[in-house]
């Protein structure tokens, strides 16, 4: 039995391309953003991160774009591979005096084609 | 290997039963927490802990609680209060609450109750 992927956008990417996920994040004062990758029945894991004063934070094959101005994150994910096909999320951090809280989108099921 | 283990992988119960959900970490991690997951939708908070001995309502605490008497072992209880709860509950942990970083999820379990 699954638990995610049901009703989910989903983004269909042919073996090789780049792979490009977006996530529009609800809070300005936001100030730390993740991306996770769930496969099938298992929890989800870290894929990179990036805080808030920065722009663009790349890792191996994956690129993680910051846009403030309109509360926009992206991950880019170069040379897409068939281990790749998951469900993807971001995580949005607000941390405000004592209290800290990530708030988890929705996510994208990524589908690679070979 | 360090890491968070949940168990079991599956479990089923009738209705008006309770349920307990193990959780462990051994990576030394002080913050715990419990989500649950349902088709659709993002993770959600039902409880999470910062220390040993202390533990917070998330935003879905309601049919649920929990312990922290080590700082390895958060489990959590489904009572029999909680109106829905079939669902994948996942438990994370991170160094510390507060601190910006990861939070580190275990593999899930798959609850059922008919």
């Known amino acids: 039995g699954e638990n995610v992927g049901l009703h989910l956008p989903t983004l269909s990417v042919q073996e090789g391309d780049n792979s490009i996920i977006n996530c529009a994040y609800s809070?300005?004062?936001?100030?730390?953003f993740i991306w996770y990758k769930q496969e099938s029945g298992k929890g989800p894991q870290f894929i990179i991160d990036i805080r808030s004063n920065m722009d663009k934070r790349q890792g191996q094959r994956v690129t993680v774009l910051l846009n403030k101005t309109v509360k926009h994150l992206s991950l880019q994910i170069a040379a897409t591979q068939p281990g790749d096909s998951a469900v993807y999320f971001c995580?949005?951090?607000?941390?405000?005096?004592?209290?800290?809280?990530?708030?988890f989108g929705t996510g994208t099921r990524l589908q690679v084609t070979l | 290997d360090g890491g968070i283990t949940q168990s079991p992988k599956y479990l089923f119960r009738k209705e008006g039963q309770n349920v307990t959900l193990s959780c462990e970490q051994n990576l030394n991690h002080d913050a715990m927490y419990w989500y649950r997951q349902d088709p659709g939708q993002g993770l959600r908070l039902i409880y999470y802990s910062q220390i040993v001995n202390d533990f917070q309502k998330g935003d879905i605490a309601e049919g649920y609680s929990v312990s922290r008497e080590k700082k390895e072992s958060f489990p959590l209880t489904v009572t029999s209060a909680q109106k829905n709860p079939t669902a994948f509950y996942l438990c994370a942990s991170s160094i510390g609450y507060g601190i910006l970083g990861e939070q580190y999820f275990g593999p899930g379990t798959r609850l059922t109750v008919t």
């Open positions: 809070n300005s004062a936001s100030d730390y």
């Open positions: 995580a949005e951090n607000i941390y405000a005096g004592t209290a800290s809280k990530l708030t």
